[in-house]
C-alpha cells in the first residue's frame, strides 16, 4: 500500500492513484467519526465489510442502470474506481425520520414519512456540512440545474431500489446519504453516483426488533457496531463467514 501514491485522506477512505490514468483505488480504513470528527473510534474490521458491502450495492445499481464510479473491488480493504470531480453536494434521503431531521423539526425519531424526502448539504467540514436549498446549489454554482436533477432522480431511483433490497432482507431503510461526481467524457458531461454506499452513510433498523443496525451505534455509544454490520453483510449474503475478530486483522494491503 506504502508504494502508492495518495490523493487524499478521508474521515473513512483513502484514495491512491489507479493503475490507469482516470482510476483511483480507494482504501477503506477501520477509523469511524461521528458529529464531524468531534467523535472518533476505530472499528476493528469496518474497512473490509464496507468494502465489501458497497462492492455488492454498487453492482447491483449498475445491474439496475445506475452510473456510478465503481470499477471492481481489489482486495479486502480496496476498490479500483473512475477518478471523478466530487459534487460539493451530500444528496439524503429520508424515509422515516431520525436524527437531525427528528432534533430540527421536532418529529418522532420513528415517524414514517409520507413520500421520500430528499434533503441537500453543503460538503464543508469546516461548516459543519450544512443543510441547504436547491436555490443555494444553483446560485453558488456547486452543480447546475441538469445535474441537480441527475442527483435528485438517481437518488429516489437509489432509494426505491434498496429499500427493497433491504426490505427483503428484514431491514427497514430509514435514511441514507450519497455523493455525486462528474465525469468529463470529451464534449459530455456525465454525472454519477460516487463515494461508498454502508452502514456508516445509512439508517438501517432491524424490522422485527427495531435494533440499529447502522453507525448510530457508534453515535450513541450503544456498542456491538461490527456485529450489527456483519450482520448486514450476512443477510446480503456476503462475507457468509464473517466472523469480526478475523476481520480485523486485514490490514494495509
Ligand atoms: P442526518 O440525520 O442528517 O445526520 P446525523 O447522521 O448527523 O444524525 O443524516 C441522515 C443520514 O445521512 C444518516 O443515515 C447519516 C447520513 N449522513 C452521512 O453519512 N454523512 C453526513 O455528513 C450526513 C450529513 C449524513
Request: net charge negative.
Amino acid at each position: 500500500m506504502n508504494r502508492r501514491n495518495m490523493v487524499y485522506e478521508g474521515k473513512a477512505k483513502i484514495l491512491y492513484e489507479g493503475p490507469e490514468p482516470g482510476t483511483l483505488i480507494q482504501y477503506f480504513k477501520d477509523d469511524a467519526t461521528a458529529f464531524n470528527k468531534k467523535k472518533t473510534g476505530t472499528l476493528s474490521g469496518k474497512g473490509v465489510i464496507n468494502n465489501h458491502i458497497s462492492e455488492h450495492i454498487f453492482k447491483a445499481l449498475t445491474d439496475i442502470g445506475i452510473p456510478n464510479h465503481f470499477i471492481e473491488r481489489m482486495s479486502m480493504r480496496e476498490q479500483l474506481i473512475k477518478a471523478v470531480e466530487i459534487i460539493p453536494v451530500e444528496v439524503i434521503v429520508r424515509n422515516i425520520a431520525a436524527g437531525t431531521l427528528s432534533k430540527r423539526l421536532g418529529i418522532e425519531e420513528g415517524t414514517p414519512l409520507p413520500r421520500p424526502l430528499v434533503e441537500y448539504c453543503f460538503k464543508s467540514d469546516e461548516l459543519d456540512d450544512p443543510l441547504i436549498a436547491e436555490d443555494h446549489i444553483l446560485t453558488f454554482g456547486w452543480a447546475n440545474d441538469w445535474e441537480l436533477e441527475d442527483m435528485t432522480h438517481l437518488a429516489l431511483r437509489v432509494n426505491d431500489f434498496l429499500s427493497g433490497m433491504f426490505a427483503g432482507i428484514g431491514i427497514k431503510l430509514v435514511d441514507f446519504k450519497l455523493e455525486f461526481g462528474r465525469l468529463y467524457e470529451g464534449e459530455e458531461v456525465i454525472t454519477l453516483l460516487a463515494d461508498e454506499i454502508s452502514p456508516d452513510g445509512c439508517r438501517l433498523w432491524d424490522m422485527e426488533t427495531g435494533e440499529k443496525m447502522d453507525k448510530d451505534r457508534f453515535r450513541r455509544d450503544l456498542g456491538g457496531e461490527m456485529e450489527a454490520y456483519a450482520e448486514v453483510a450476512r443477510r446480503l449474503g456476503i462475507l457468509p463467514s464473517a466472523d469480526v475478530k478475523d476481520l480485523s486483522s486485514h490490514r494495509k494491503g
